[in-house]
């Protein structure tokens, strides 16, 4: 089919229906939800079998859906209506969600339902669902309503449900007083990436996100009670919560680590040391018979200066001890996002902070590379973009979780050179003539397209629980099987590739192109990530996705009523 997917943003849902509509063999254009006359222009100029809406944010235009079937993916089960649906799903405590795929009508999210899934609901943060298991039945319920579609079935009648105003902020306050952990935590999690829970403290507006429990600290009902790195922990009534990040209004409105925005009173606050085996903070480390497995659950998959330096120094931890293999978990969301956009827009000079932060990349890319002892594996049970793909790259095998999309380049942002030692990884995974196909290739790929491509190694189980017990069972395999072996040829290659040319020289050669992005007189980077970082709302539609917009001056396919 020829389907045009009209979208807010191409969020990571878009960019999923995307990869997986492309791969099924249907023919796809995007257009962002811009203005009425821009979505009729697409039409009129795509011509497109249907409409598919992964993520919108106002109606369709009627003249649009009266022309052409446009199929709305609404996060919620048939019957339910209304923009916050999985907000709402997490503060009703809700057991069980659901998908559905609705035609869209004149009535917002009320029309036919040509199909729909369920999924059990998880204490999790409202991305992290959106992320997993709506984006899961979404995949599928789409696909199941385009064949519907395909065969002329009508979709049912929604059952009466109801319609859900959008939350507000007193909805989902907090009462530091009266409110429990778990009840604190669905609230934030309720309203996590988007748009927070407000809250008051110091007399500074704040919004709070990326919260997790505390196993053993308690105190006065909304004290703050100490800090760990930059998260801040606060009592509840019945134990305690760390924040990770917080937003403010104002000239950086954007999230930073907690201790940043509060820092006096952090700054007054007892410290405790993170700690790889208990889990308070996001680096953790366990250990199954020879396999080693850390996990970095950095918010957002963002990994600023820091977190890369204590990222390498868990890394130099763990190799001193006895696994033989070790596995780079990364978070259940994301694996890595490469350099953290928002503290380099927070900081004092941005150019500077980028600079320390590619380093910093770039230092825990070499460490994971000239790791000669052990073997190593890179994991992706979530999605990864930029520098994030290429850091995984530095393991020995990469394999990653059917369903994660894969973003394997820097050209959206500014068209970054990049670094983490891509020059000297990627060719050899997919040779010198598979460099431009990944690194000039703006769209997003499938772990299924990433294998075929040999830019990772394997695409695992798509289910996480699945995923994550493959990963154990093939690296317990490789533990034992032939890994004396293994360990003497991973050292001699590097030995001939070091003497071929050594480390170090990619490294400073990628490193002056990034020096130019930087610091150089093209402000592209500094433009691209002040928009991503700010969430500026588009202006146009990239022509790498508005396939429709290259035919511009070509004949019509067919003829078909204007909208
Ligand atoms: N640094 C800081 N924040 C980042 C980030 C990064 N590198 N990558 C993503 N984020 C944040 C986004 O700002 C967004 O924040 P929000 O919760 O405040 O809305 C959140 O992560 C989710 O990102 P979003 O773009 O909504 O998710 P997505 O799944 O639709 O798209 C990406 C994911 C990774 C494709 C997209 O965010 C992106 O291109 N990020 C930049 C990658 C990059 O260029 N890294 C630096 C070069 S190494």
Redo the contacts with the bound molecule.
């Keep these: 089919m020829r389907l045009l997917l009209l979208c807010h943003?191409?969020?990571?849902l878009?960019?999923r229906i995307h990869a997986e509509l492309i791969a099924a063999g249907h023919e796809v254009s995007v257009e962002l939800d811009i203005s009425d006359e821009v979505t009729a222009d697409a039409v009129r100029l795509f011509e497109p079998d249907a409409v598919v809406a992964p993520f919108l944010k106002r109606k369709i235009p009627d003249a649009v859906w009266q022309a052409v079937p446009c199929l709305i993916i609404h996060p919620g089960p048939p019957g339910d209506r209304g923009a916050n649906a999985l907000d709402w799903a997490i503060l009703d405590q809700e057991p069980e969600w659901g998908v559905s795929v609705i035609q869209a009508t004149g009535e917002l999210d009320g029309g036919p339902v040509l199909a729909s899934r369920t999924f059990a609901m998880r204490a999790a943060r409202k991305?992290s669902l959106y992320?997993l298991d709506v984006t899961e039945a979404a995949v599928a319920a789409l696909f199941e309503a385009l064949d519907k579609l395909g065969r002329g079935e009508p979709g049912d009648s929604p059952p009466p449900g109801r319609w859900r105003d959008p939350v507000k902020p007193d909805q989902r306050r907090i009462d530091w007083s009266h409110d429990d952990t778990e009840t604190v935590l669905r609230k934030i999690y309720s309203a996590?990436?988007?748009p927070g829970v407000i809250d008051e403290v110091e007399g500074q507006v704040v919004r709070y996100?990326n919260a997790r429990r505390e196993p053993e600290l308690e105190g006065k009902p909304g004290q703050w009670l100490a800090r760990c790195d930059q998260a801040l922990c606060r009592a509840t009534r019945d134990g305690a919560i760390w924040l990770g990040h917080l937003s403010t209004p104002g000239e950086k409105p954007?999230?930073r680590p907690a201790a940043r925005v509060l820092a006096d009173l952090a700054a007054g606050l007892p410290s405790l040391e993170p700690d790889l085996a208990t889990g308070r903070g996001p680096i953790r480390y366990r250990e199954t018979g020879p396999v080693g497995v850390l996990e970095f659950d950095f918010y957002?998959?963002?990994?600023s200066t820091l977190d890369c330096q204590a990222l390498l120094a868990a890394w130099r931890e763990v190799r001193r001890g006895s696994a033989r293999v070790i596995v780079l978990a990364g978070g259940s969301d994301?694996w890595s996002?490469?350099?953290?956009?928002?503290?380099i827009e927070a900081a004092e000079s941005a150019a500077d902070e980028s600079w320390a932060n590619?380093n910093a990349?770039d230092d825990l890319a070499e460490a994971i590379l000239t790791t000669t002892d052990k073997l190593t594996i890179s994991a992706l049970r979530g999605?990864a973009?930029?520098?994030?793909v290429f850091l995984a790259l530095a393991a020995d095998r990469v394999w990653a979780r059917s369903g994660v999309?894969l973003?394997p380049h820097?050209k959206?942002?500014g068209n970054?050179y990049?670094s983490?030692l891509w020059t000297y990884l990627l060719p050899r995974r997919v040779g010198t003539d598979g460099i431009d196909q990944v690194m000039g290739h703006r769209l997003?790929m499938l772990a299924g397209q990433a294998a075929e491509l040999g830019l990772i190694d394997q695409a695992g189980p798509g289910d996480p629980e699945d995923f994550d017990q493959y990963v154990l069972e093939q690296a317990t395999e490789l533990a034992s099987e032939n890994w004396q072996q293994a360990i003497e040829a991973k050292q001699a290659q590097r030995d001939r590739d070091e003497a071929e040319k050594p480390l170090a020289e990619y490294r400073a050669e990628e490193l002056e192109r990034m020096r130019l992005n930087f610091y150089g007189f093209d402000p592209s980077y500094h433009v691209?990530?002040y928009r991503?970082?700010r969430?500026t709302p588009h202006a146009w539609t990239p022509l790498y996705l508005a396939r429709h917009r290259h035919r511009v001056g070509k004949p019509a396919r067919r003829r078909r009523p204007a909208p």
């Design positions: 943003a191409f969020n990571s878009s960019q991305s992320r996590d990436g988007a996100f954007f999230k957002n998959g963002a990994m994301f996002n490469g350099m953290d956009l928002n503290a590619i990349m999605n973009a930029a520098g994030g999309v973003n820097y959206n942002m970054l990049g983490e997003p691209a990530r991503l970082v969430r």
